[in-house]
């Protein structure tokens, strides 16, 4: 077996670093992909959501509105027959009400896995924002408001997040 010369040696990692460059580059561009991201990014959310909820996706519709004072987070049974589900719904949002009210917004970060965008201000301004849950037929529906500018801006952003993460299709202006 010959000895190889370092001019060798520098050749032969050179064409190894830009193979594994490549190959990584191109696995990147496969995990950045809206297709491929999104449908297991939303699996991922769907299943943390029905552990934190006790709610099936598969069973229930979600939907989050912007309002110009704020808001709401809507979550009802696919059926109206569905009471045991619908049941677990208003538990849910009330739960999630009263959470959000102290400042408590650890249920939306285990179940989106990062801190929601506007979450942050959400905290600092929870005295300036009022949360309501009323029931629906289907399940319930919390209402966000506030008059307070910054405020606002961060409930729109959370929001948002929410019709992304959850892929709901609702308009988000």
Partial sequence: ????RS?????VLAGAAVLFVATTARGQEHADCPMHHGSERRAGVDHR???ASGVAHEN???HFELAPDGG?????AKDAGQVETRDRIRQHLQVVARAFAAGDFALPMQIHD???PGVEVMKEKKATIAYAFSPTDKGGVVRISTKDKDALLAVHAFLRFQIEDHGTGDPSE
């Avoid at 001019?7 to 050749?11: F, H, L």
């Fill in 1 to 4: 077996m010959e000895h190889l």
């Fill in 60 to 62: 229930a519709i979600h």
């Fill in 114 to 116: 990062q801190v929601p």
């Fill in 49 to 51: 959501h029905d552990q």
């Fill in 72 to 76: 709401s987070i809507r979550l009802e």
């Fill in 7 to 11: 001019s060798d040696v520098k050749r």
